[in-house]
């Protein structure tokens, strides 16, 4: 679903799979590219969440990021070699 | 960092602010959390090469000429990625607490700038009612589809409705038809068509008219079908949405017809839009509620300036009113903050704002029509199912908040501490004004009798490492000469 | 979280006329209405908001045994901590009480030895203390910073979601018969020598006796009922992180925290308090100030509460504050409760100045309250309590 031509990409695994996106992608951008809808489960309900205000405000779009537990996917750039996980929406991730 | 007059918020408002004070030879540092400057409506490419696709800018494309002297301008500097988490009188000016906020700021934020002129253009934020089913994923704002088409080139699913209310949907279904998606429809709550003929005073804003009249007919082009006085009721799916279910409304949207099951794979909704206080309330600055909507706007004279001397506003905070009116008043608030910071007298102030008055004036009046073009309805209420959710980060039910406005005097803060309404990572900026509509109905209660939940100590979410080397010390007696 | 809330009762008009009025729908004034509805007493319940709308809602939710002195309040405590198990258990979790126990710590071997001997002290007066040694303390909490020597655990320390256990008081004692106002602001008290009415800003209610729960605001309701308490709001400050998983396991607090509490200073003193929630938020405390009723967090004292707790938990460095709110506790002069009858009015009886225990203190003082006003025999000593004691000290006895 992405639109832009071809060009530089980055390579990043999500949920153990190794994925691609455009260079310059959000994290959001990436995964719905690559047809992912969710990657947060809420804490009280365990419903998944994915993009809903695409700006930084609504702190839906949470995921895990290397080391770094709970980031807006919507603000994020993906980077080269990322290790991405789905984020249980708590500001910790365990090392596993 | 040390300057004259700090901007915050880098979209139309600011940027004519930031543009005014600094030709008028005032150091200016304009910050925004997003990785570029343009706000929500001249929002730039992130990817490299990546075309900045108009998307549905009434300018037609990328930042407008009059705004690109913002990347160059040597009284301006940049701060993009940047988000102010608290902010408050610091000497004879304001400290603003500063932290990198993820969207790819580059180096070291400073952590504290301290200005002797504040403006206020943080915006606004989307409103979105809530309707059985609005948390399934590829449910998005329409703000979110069009950020997503913008800046990303990236198409929030391949058959996508568009729905709500205000002069948002029209723009973005045009944006992501445009871009080749199969758009299944735009449905407009509002009963639009009856209303135009009705209100004379439409006549005086033909520019504006074109502009819908162009998306309408780029639409009607792509055979999209639009359709006025029709409301989103419900998203249907298991893991994301499949299916939209439409139906006419009243003037209150209320169900007044049958249904029609529209099948999407994505969702773009808007209610309209409510401006961002956090900001203008942690400098002190008075904002007034509205009568109708559950919004409040900050209060300013004729020259942008706030109740808090040295602070200026500008833009959707003053108003919901788009681009043009943003350009405006931050002409006016830039050169009132560099009045303010002693570069302009009396005399230079009134050179460089001739004029705008009159313009202001009809911007604003444009604003006010948009608002009653757009009536917000409660219909929306009796669509709500008891497990339906109102607080996206708690996962707070509808029946759960009914079961507290059932105890007694509903203040928003006690409602908040019943339910946890509001104390999740967006801290209310999703369910704020939805909890204060639902709250004012529910009980009979006046809309700016109830309180809201616009008022946050911590504007956005810090660590406690940063919180604990936070430099609460006195100004610097010598400005820094270094950005 | 299923949410035991009162009926739309609140929105009703008072009764012209009640056994008791009881004057705040916080968690005193919760309590007592429960206590006295269960003793048989007629009760009327008014707010000038409504239910929890003050200190209450502020609170962390504590019930502790491990910050009281050996003294009256903590024979106090002790009691209302039994009370506490005995509501919890009736309530079925509708209030997520939970005894996770209290850890001290210490920073410095100097303080160790101090906080040791107050454990000693609290253990003669019938509190469990377990003394714990460096190693001690990371097994009871693997996540505290290595540098600390040693501290105390508390094993009777609990705590609750304090608005919903109010919440819970309130419905049981409306269905055990008591009347619910809300909106009712205490305008006046008829009767001189002895109270006869209370007049609200919805209406008159004739009153047989007056409890005065109003929290930092009970020195206010008192003036207007003709009687005197002199209670400050004594303000703290809450930072709340973002919901993280159960690292931490007790409530946690350095040992000058009791220092703190006992000072007379105008200035702000923090000490830090840090504790996980159900909701999976931490909540990191505590300064103590008088400010008037400032509503607005002062950075400082914020900085200073990070700093503090993020030496204690050095993880706490990379977690987000969402948050930050402040509280008025109520404070009498010499930081004791104020329960009793007021030395000039009749009828009239005060349940207040808990200064930050409000919460742990609540069903023991609303027991005291009950007894006090049947003329039984009180189950505690109320004498050092009593108001007379502060009119005393002031010399207006």
């Known amino acids: 679903m992405s639109a832009s031509g071809p060009g530089p990409t980055v390579s990043f695994r999500y949920d153990g799979a190794a994925l691609t996106a455009p260079a310059g992608s959000t994290i959001a951008a990436a995964l719905i590219g690559n047809g992912i809808l969710s990657w947060r489960m809420t804490r009280r309900r365990g419903e998944p969440r994915g993009l809903f205000c695409g700006i930084g405000q609504c702190q839906d779009c949470l995921v895990d990021v290397n080391e770094s537990p709970a980031l807006r996917a919507c603000q994020v750039f993906v980077r080269d070699g990322d290790d991405i996980a789905a984020s249980r929406s708590v500001g910790w991730r365990d090392a596993d | ?483 | 979280m299923t949410v035991a809330l009162p009926p739309a009762r609140g929105a009703e008009d008072p009764p012209a006329a009640a056994e008791i009025v009881v004057i705040g729908a916080g968690l005193v004034g919760a309590a007592c209405a429960h206590a006295l509805a269960t003793a048989g007493r007629g009760v009327c319940v008014i707010d000038r908001a409504g239910p929890v709308a003050g200190t209450t809602a502020g609170g962390e939710g504590n019930i502790l045994v491990s910050d009281k002195v050996p003294g009256p309040e903590a024979g106090l405590a002790l009691r209302s901590a039994r009370l506490w198990r005995e509501l919890a258990d009736r309530a079925e979790g509708r209030f997520e009480f939970e005894q996770k126990g209290g850890v001290v710590v210490a920073h410095d071997d100097e303080q160790l030895t101090a906080l040791r001997a107050l454990a000693r002290a609290q253990r003669d007066g019938g509190v469990d203390a377990e003394l714990l040694d460096g190693p001690g303390l990371r097994a009871a909490e693997p996540h505290i910073s290595p540098g600390l020597p040693g501290g105390v655990f508390y094993p009777q320390d609990c705590q609750v979601q304090p608005m919903l256990a109010a919440s819970w008081l309130l419905a049981e004692a409306s269905r055990l018969g008591a009347h619910l106002a809300w909106g009712a602001d205490v305008l006046a008290g008829e009767g001189h020598d002895r109270i006869t009415a209370v007049q609200t800003s919805r209406g008159r209610i004739a009153a047989g006796a007056v409890v005065n729960a109003a929290g930092p605001w009970s020195g206010l309701v008192a003036e207007r009922l003709g009687g005197r308490l002199p209670i400050r709001p004594r303000r703290g400050h809450i930072l709340v992180t973002e919901p993280l998983p159960p690292l931490i396991r007790h409530k946690v607090y350095e040992s000058d925290y009791v220092t703190t509490v006992m000072s007379d200073s105008d200035d702000a003193a923090c000490s830090a308090v840090v504790e996980g929630t159900r909701a999976g938020t931490v909540l990191i405390g505590s300064s103590r100030e008088f400010a008037g009723f400032d509503r607005r967090p002062s950075l400082p004292v914020l900085t200073a509460m990070a700093a503090r707790a993020t030496a204690i938990f050095p993880f706490l460095t990379g977690v987000r504050v969402l948050r930050s709110y402040v509280g008025f506790r109520p404070a009498s002069p010499d930081h004791l409760p104020v329960i009793g009858a007021d030395t000039t009015v009749a009828g009239l009886y005060h349940a207040s100045g808990h200064e930050g225990a409000g919460i742990g203190l609540a069903p023991a003082t609303a027991e005291l309250v009950t007894a006090l006003l049947a003329g039984s025999t009180p189950p505690v000593d109320p004498a050092p309590f009593a108001p007379a004691r502060l009119a005393a000290a002031e010399g207006l006895a």
Not at chain 2, 84 to 99: D, E, K, M, T, Y
Not at chain 2, 144 to 155: D, H, N, V
Not at chain 2, 210 to 228: D, H, K, M, N, S
């Open chain 2, 1 to 483: 960092m040390r300057t004259e007059v700090a901007v915050v918020g880098a979209g139309p408002g600011g940027m004519s602010a930031a543009l005014a004070a600094a030709d008028a030879g005032c150091q200016v540092v304009l910050i925004d959390s997003a990785s570029g400057v343009g706000g929500q409506i001249y929002r730039q490419s992130q990817r490299p090469g990546g075309e900045t696709d108009p998307g549905g800018g009434p300018a037609g494309g990328g930042l407008p000429a009059p705004l690109r002297r913002v990347a160059g301008h040597p009284g301006i500097t940049l701060a993009m990625g940047v988000s102010v988490w608290q902010a408050g009188p610091a000497g004879s000016g304001f400290r603003l607490h500063c932290v990198t906020s993820q969207a790819g700021g580059q180096g070291d934020a400073a952590d504290v700038v301290d200005a002797q002129a504040v403006v206020v253009a943080t915006g606004a934020s989307e409103l979105v009612v809530p309707f059985p089913g609005w948390t399934l994923p590829g449910v998005v704002t329409a703000g979110a589809a069009q950020a997503m088409l913008k800046a990303q080139q990236t198409l929030i699913g391949r058959r996508i409705l568009v729905a709500g209310t205000g002069p948002l949907l029209l723009p973005v279904a045009a944006g992501l038809a445009r871009r080749g998606a199969r758009v299944a429809g735009v449905y407009e709550a509002a009963h639009i068509g009856p209303m135009l003929s009705g209100l004379p005073a439409i006549a005086r804003h033909p520019g504006k008219l074109a502009e819908a009249a162009g998306y309408a007919a780029a639409l009607a082009r792509g055979r999209v079908r639009t359709r006025a006085g029709w409301a989103l009721a419900e998203c249907r799916g298991r893991d994301r949405v499949e299916e939209a279910v439409l139906t006419r409304v009243d003037r209150h949207w209320r169900a007044s017809g049958p249904a029609r099951v529209v099948p999407v794979d994505a969702v773009a909704v808007s209610h309209g839009f409510v401006p961002v206080l956090d900001l203008s309330r942690a400098l002190g600055c008075r904002d007034e509620p509205l009568a109708q909507h559950p919004a409040a706007t900050v209060v300013v004279d004729a020259r942008q300036a706030t109740s808090t001397a040295g602070v200026f506003a500008c833009g959707e905070a003053t108003g919901v009113g788009g681009a043009a009116k943003a350009e405006l008043e931050g002409t006016v608030a830039g050169a009132a903050a560099a009045r303010h910071a002693g570069r302009l007298d009396e005399a230079g102030f009134r050179a460089r704002t001739s004029g705008s008055a009159a313009r202001i004036g009809r911007a604003r009046e444009f604003a006010a029509l948009l608002a009653r073009l757009y009536p917000l309805g409660d219909g929306w209420l009796a669509g709500l199912r008891p497990d339906t959710v109102v607080c996206r980060c708690e996962d707070v039910a509808w029946e759960e908040l009914t079961g507290a406005l059932a105890a007694g005097p509903s203040d928003l803060r006690s409602v908040k501490g019943l339910t946890r309404c509001g104390m999740g990572y967006c801290q209310g900026r999703v369910c704020g004004p939805v909890v204060q509509y639902a709250a004012a109905r529910l009980t009979g209660r006046r809309l700016d009798a109830v309180g809201d939940l616009h008022t946050r100590h911590i504007i956005t979410p810090v660590t406690l490492g940063r919180l604990a080397a936070a430099d609460t010390g006195e100004p610097g007696g010598v400005p820094d000469s270094e950005l």
